[in-house]
């Protein structure tokens, strides 16, 4: 049962236009919600993250939303870059037990940006 | 030495060999965590030790045993893997206490068993 997904495998978006990324969770014990980028042969990197007590974080270019009512988190970048072409992974931190910092990871969504 | 790193980078093992992974924070965190990322699969945590003690233990085979020496050090040891463990194994690690959630992950080790 996959708590977090991201239904999208890939998006393919043209230089200086909007991207939008989306993740869908089930969990309602979810906190703390996260983006990530992954480029080949490195780990993935931290980009921007949100409370479940806010609707939107923004960072530069990097904008999350979250509708809590929906369970869904989106991450809009604009404009988009050719760097910024990788995987983007969301992530969801469960408040409950004793799972210190744990996070469940969706599938990822490649990112493609156009010249 | 900065953020967190990993070796090796690549390994290849047969299914009797023992082999060992190691991961290093650099960043004063206290909680280290294991991964493993199959093609076409989330991330699968497998680990968690918080100031060196398991937290979690996400129901992984005993052919993968994890070490925690200390809160910056954690190793992975392999012994008769099986083909299916073939994967990107990665180490992360956090600050577990205030509001700060966010992991950080090293380069991983591509893992081939033959």
């Known amino acids: 049962d996959q708590q977090v997904k991201q239904n999208s495998p890939s998006l393919s978006v043209q230089e200086g236009r909007i991207s939008i990324l989306n993740c869908d969770y089930t969990n309602s014990m979810f906190d703390y919600f996260l983006w990530y980028k992954k480029y080949p042969a490195e780990g993935p990197t931290f980009l921007i993250s949100i409370s479940s007590i806010k609707d939107k974080n923004e960072d530069g270019r990097f904008t999350v939303f979250l509708n809590k009512s929906a369970k869904h988190l989106s991450l809009h970048i604009v404009p988009s870059q050719p760097g910024d072409s990788a995987v983007y992974f969301c992530a969801a931190r469960y408040a409950g037990g004793t799972s210190y910092g744990k996070l469940t990871f969706g599938q990822g969504t490649i990112l493609t940006v156009h010249p | 030495e900065t953020g967190v790193t990993q070796t090796p980078r690549h390994l290849v093992m047969g299914m009797t060999n023992k082999k060992s992974l190691k991961c290093e924070q650099h960043l004063g965190h206290n909680a280290m965590y294991w991964y493993k990322q199959s093609a076409k699969k989330p991330l699968e945590l497998m680990f968690v030790y918080n100031f060196k003690e398991q937290t979690e233990n996400n129901s992984v085979p005993s052919r993968f045993s994890p070490e925690c020496p200390n809160s910056s050090h954690l190793f992975l040891h392999l012994h008769t893997l099986q083909p299916e463990d073939s994967a990107l194994y990665l180490c992360?690690?956090?600050?577990?206490?205030?509001?700060?959630?966010?992991?950080?992950f090293g380069p991983g080790t591509r893992l081939t068993v033959t």
């Open positions: 992360a690690s956090s600050l577990t206490s205030g509001m700060v959630y966010e992991q950080y």
